[in-house]
Each structure stands twice: as C-alpha cells, then as structure tokens.
C-alpha cells in the first residue's frame, strides 16, 4: 500500500468556542510539522490561560495516521482528547494540533456532555479556519560543474520543480523540492549527468 503524498490541513490557525451550563471551552488549532512544535503551542497555550482547569489537546502528523495523541489533562478519561481527535480525523485532517481549554462553570456536565462539548468546541475552530489541501515535499540539493550548467537547468526546466537557492560557481548547487511522487523521475534524470551530486536535505 502506498502511503499518499497529499493531505488536508489548515491554513492557518483558527479558534473556536463552546458553552455549555457555564464552561466554557475555548479552541486553538494550528497546522503543524513535528512534535516539538506541538509541545510549544500546548507549553504557550498553559502559560497563557494558567486559570483554566484543563487544556485537552489531540494532534495527528503525517499521511500513515500511525502518529497521533489524544489527552484528556484530567478529564475523564475518553471524553475530551478523544473526541477531539475524532473530529480530526472525521474531518480528514492531519499535520494538525487542537487545543481546547475549559473553563468549568460550576455544573458538571457527565460523560456524554463532556464528549458533545468538546466535539463542538473542536468543529467550531475548523469550521471557522480555512482547510486547504498540500502535498508532502522532498527538498533536495544537486552539486555539479559548470561546464553542465544547461544540461541541469534544461532538465530542471522541463520537470519544473521548485527552486528555493542557486549558487553558480566553478561548483554550482541548486536546491530544489517538489512533492514525493514526482522526485524519482527527477533524480533518475539529474543522475545521467555528468559530475552531479545529489543530496537530500529534507521533507515537510
């Protein structure tokens, strides 16, 4: 099975709210690339809203849906970080954080509410951001002479990756990315050229 190279995130971040019998559950959620990333934006969000009783999060990374995490920061256990994670994924989402911070308002809301609640407070912030579709991108560099300089810009022109930097010395370097999908055809061409050196650099 092959794992796709496109997926659907947002934007940018968005917030959403919720209330219900006096909580208050206040949604942040980011795109997003690596779990240090994830930690920041949760780190930020406790600092910032340090009087609130829980900030439940979920988050998903990459297409495989194999990394994810739900958290329910004290809640019962299945109804905050769960349903939010279940939105994420119902919505078809990844590359993605949720953030939802409740204030409690004094009635306890039982299992089922707490599951509706922070369901909605999760639906409000996507339906309120932007879902765009991207797709995964290898970034590489190739090295080579001068002397090959238009056998590499011909090839580079005709597949028409991205270019990011250019250096034009006696050694030249281009890098360039473009989705998954398409860089075996691009490397397999780039290879038949004299003097090249193709180097990985990374993937987003």
């Known amino acids: 099975m092959t794992v ?4 659907n995130t947002l934007q940018n971040a968005s917030e959403g709210i919720y209330k219900e019998k006096g909580s208050k559950f206040i949604t942040y959620a980011y ?7 994830i930690k920041e934006y ?10 609130a009783r829980h900030h439940c999060f979920a ?9 994810f995490r739900a958290n329910d920061d004290g809640e019962p256990s299945g109804t905050a970080g769960k349903p939010i994670l279940g939105q ?14 409740r204030y409690f308002g004094g009635t306890k809301l039982g299992t089922s509410g707490l599951i509706h609640a922070y369901k909605e407070a999760t639906i409000d912030a996507f339906e309120n951001g932007t879902i765009i579709e991207k797709t995964i991108n290898d970034f ?10 238009n056998d590499i810009m011909k ?7 991205e270019i990011s930097k250019q ?5 030249c370097s281009i890098e360039w990315n473009c989705r998954q999908s398409d860089v075996d055809k691009i490397i397999s061409r780039l290879e038949k050229v004299e003097s090249v050196d193709i180097e990985f650099l990374r993937t987003i």
């Open 4 to 7: 796709p190279d496109n997926y």
């Open 31 to 37: 795109p997003v690339y690596s779990e240090d990333e």
């Open 42 to 51: 949760v780190s930020e969000l406790k600092k910032q809203y340090y009087d």
């Open 59 to 67: 988050w998903q990374l990459g297409t495989d849906g194999k990394r």
């Open 88 to 101: 994420i994924r119902s919505y078809e989402l990844t590359n993605i954080l949720v953030v939802v911070i």
């Open 140 to 149: 590489y560099r190739v090295n080579f002479d001068y002397g090959v300089m």
């Open 155 to 161: 090839i580079l022109k005709e597949e028409a990756p």
């Open 167 to 171: 250096d034009f010395n006696l050694r």
